[in-house]
């Protein structure tokens, strides 16, 4: 698959609309470029010429100037794609939303170069946004390989930098549930809140940054040397047989985060080992709903809910999706829902 670029030059006279403008917004308004991300990444690569002169991203445009653009050679890639049939909920010329099975990894990496989504994307269609050659095309966010649940791709660089930004701002709507080891106190709501990073001993996990009393900074505006602010949402819907059923709402998206918040207080994902699923396991009384979660070949985490604005149309796209029949047979038989 090659990006969806060609080698040309497209020459423009800025119009009225570019009057006034950085150049790397008014770049923005041609249709082959579409992006300021895009803009700047030419300006940068000295492929743009402002009055036959190469110019900083920041230059003032006026009406009538003359503006070059050479386009990128088409840049290839190694991704090979993979045959696997997938649980589409919507597409269009911008976007897909898949409903995403646990065990299948997002994008390529080690143990995993050509049976990922991405490679099922490229089998599926041409259309997914490269941004300029990269090795993930069309990921804005990612699930972790055993989280089930709802995925947006883009398909476009247009596609991509909307819906990029919306989860950097915070304005999608995103709803997971969890069935956790342990029976949480209350019925109850909260919010945890820390700063998160790499473990400092397992590179495999994330864990909350500590300050000096050994407890993880919870004020934003006193940010540690290391680590990224993680808000989890979360409401305890059900206790019952050394489970807990939760609800959580995602105000920040970091890797782990979910599991790494609820493994903290005291309540690991039923199936999570690498979270310390495994020793808590071993206190449920049921010896038959012990031996169905270490039998599990996935944590219980699922993206039930995924709302952001569409990237073209600017409508407010809802997509909503049950747990796999599997783990639903599970979850009731737990008593929990």
Known sequence: MESKSTLQKINVTATSDMHGLRLDKALALIEDVGTRSRASHLIDASAVLLNGKTAKASASVKEGDEIEITLPEPVPTE?????????????????????????????????????????????????????????????????????????????????????????????????????????????????????????????????????????????????????????????????????????????????????????????????DILYGADKKTKNIEARETQESIRSLNRFLLHAAELGFTHPRTQERMFFQQDWPEDVLVLINKWGLR
Do not use: C
């Open 79 to 271: 991704l090979q794609p993979y045959d696997l049939k997938l649980d589409i909920l919507f597409e269009d010329e911008d976007l897909i939303v898949i409903n995403k099975p646990a065990g299948l990894v997002v994008h390529p990496a080690a143990g995993h170069a050509h049976d990922t989504l991405v490679n099922a994307l490229i089998a599926h269609t041409e259309d997914l946004s490269m941004k300029f050659g990269e090795e993930r095309p069309g990921i804005v966010h990612r699930l972790d390989k055993e989280t089930s649940g709802v995925i947006v791709i883009a398909k476009n660089d247009k596609a991509h930098e909307s819906l990029t930004a919306q989860f950097k701002e915070r304005s999608t709507h995103r709803i997971y549930y969890a069935v956790a080891i342990g029976t949480a106190r209350t019925l109850s709501s909260g919010t945890i809140k820390s700063f998160l990073a790499r473990h400092p001993t397992d590179r495999k996990r994330y864990a909350s940054v500590l300050d000096d009393e050994r407890k993880p900074y919870t004020d934003k505006d006193d940010p540690p040397a290391v680590g990224k602010w993680a808000v989890t949402h979360y409401e305890v819907l059900n206790r019952k047989s050394g489970l807990s059923y939760l609800k959580l709402k995602l105000e920040t998206g970091r890797t782990h985060q979910i599991r790494v918040h609820l493994s903290e207080n005291g309540l690991p994902i039923a199936g």
